[in-house]
C-alpha cells in the first residue's frame, strides 16, 4: 500500500514541485498551502507522515506540530525549514518534529528521510541492522538499564535516576541505542544507520543537535554527564 504524506507548504513552487516529485516516487500525497489546512486534514484522514514547512502565515509548521503532540498524535514528522541555526532546529525539536531538512534541498534528501522516518514507525529503528552485542547493560525483559538510567522499551519511557525523560520519538531512539552499548564508542555513521537509516555524510550537524538536546534533558546539576564525544570518532554513554 503507498504510504500517505500530508505537505503543507505556503510557497506554490515549492509545494507542486515536492507533491509532484513525492507522487512520482510512489505516495500518495495530500498538499495544503498554510496549518490550519493542515491540521484539518490531519483530523480528517491521518497521513503516515507529515512533511511541514516552518514559515507560513497564520497558523506555522511549529505551531501544527505543537497541536498534533499535545493531543497524542505520534505520526512522524519532517520539517522543512530555511533557518540553519541551532537554536532554529532546537525549536523544532522542542515542539516535536522528528527530522528537519534545510532549505534548498535535494529531494533525494527529503526522500532518504521520509523512508528512515517511516522504516521506524513501521517496523521499528533496529530491524533492518542488528546492534552490536550489548556488554554493560543489565536487560529485563522489557527494560534495560546501565550508568544510572533506565528505559522500558515497550512502555517508551525513560529515567534517570527517579526523575522520568520526556523524550521525542528520535531522542527516545538515539537514547536506547548509546545504553545498549553503553561504554562502546559509537561512530558516526552507525549512529545515523541505526537512527536515521541513511548516512547524511560529514557535513551534516543533525546527529549533534541531536546529541545536545539530549543532553540537556539527561545532565544533572552535581551529577556526572553521561554522553560523551569521542572527538573524530562519535559518541559513548558512560557514567565517569
Known amino acids: 500500500?503507498?504510504?500517505?504524506?500530508?505537505?503543507?507548504?505556503?510557497?506554490?513552487?515549492?509545494?507542486?514541485?515536492?507533491?509532484?516529485?513525492?507522487?512520482?516516487?510512489?505516495?500518495?500525497?495530500?498538499?495544503v498551502a498554510d496549518g490550519v489546512e493542515?491540521?484539518?486534514?490531519?483530523?480528517?484522514?491521518?497521513?503516515?507522515?507529515?512533511?511541514?514547512?516552518v514559515m507560513m502565515p497564520g497558523i506555522d509548521g511549529l505551531q501544527v506540530c505543537r497541536v498534533l503532540r499535545a493531543e497524542g498524535d505520534r505520526t512522524p514528522i519532517l520539517m522543512l525549514t530555511a533557518l540553519v541555526e541551532t537554536a532554529d532546529r532546537i525549536a523544532g525539536l522542542d515542539a516535536g518534529a522528528d527530522d528537519y531538512v534545510v532549505k534548498p534541498f535535494d529531494v533525494e534528501e527529503v526522500f532518504?528521510?521520509?523512508?528512515?522516518?517511516l522504516r521506524r514507525t513501521g517496523s521499528g529503528a533496529f530491524d533492518d541492522v542488528p546492534a552490536p552485542a550489548p556488554r554493560e547493560p543489565q536487560t529485563s525483559g522489557t527494560q534495560?538499564?546501565?550508568?544510572?538510567?533506565?528505559?522500558?522499551?515497550?512502555?517508551?519511557?525513560?529515567?534517570?535516576?527517579?526523575?522520568?525523560?520526556e523524550l521525542t520519538r528520535t531522542?527516545?531512539?538515539l537514547l536506547e541505542l548509546l545504553l545498549r552499548n553503553a561504554g562502546i564508542v559509537l561512530d558516526h555513521s552507525t549512529i545515523y544507520d541505526r537512527i536515521w537509516g541513511y548516512d547524511f555524510?560529514?557535513?551534516?550537524?543533525?546527529?549533534?543537535?541531536?546529541?545536545?538536546?539530549?543532553?540537556?534533558?539527561?545532565?544533572?546539576?552535581?551529577?556526572?554527564?553521561?554522553?560523551?564525544?569521542?572527538?573524530?570518532?562519535?559518541?559513548?554513554?558512560?557514567?565517569?
Request: net charge neutral; hydrophobic share 45%.
Open 1 to 31: 500500500m503507498p504510504q500517505n504524506v500530508l505537505l503543507a507548504e505556503d510557497d506554490r513552487a515549492i509545494r507542486h514541485a515536492l507533491e509532484r516529485a513525492l507522487t512520482l516516487e510512489g505516495y500518495e500525497v495530500t498538499a
Open 38 to 53: 493542515a491540521l484539518a486534514q490531519a483530523h480528517r484522514t491521518p497521513p503516515d507522515v507529515l512533511v511541514l514547512d
Open 112 to 117: 532518504a528521510r521520509l523512508r528512515a522516518l
Open 144 to 165: 534495560i538499564s546501565a550508568a544510572g538510567l533506565r528505559m522500558d522499551i515497550q512502555a517508551r519511557r525513560a529515567w534517570r535516576g527517579q526523575r522520568e525523560l
Open 171 to 173: 531522542e527516545f531512539e
Open 201 to 240: 555524510g560529514p557535513g551534516s550537524k543533525n546527529l549533534a543537535v541531536y546529541v545536545g538536546y539530549l543532553r540537556r534533558k539527561l545532565d544533572e546539576p552535581g551529577a556526572p554527564a553521561l554522553i560523551h564525544t569521542v572527538r573524530g570518532v562519535g559518541y559513548v554513554l558512560r557514567e565517569d
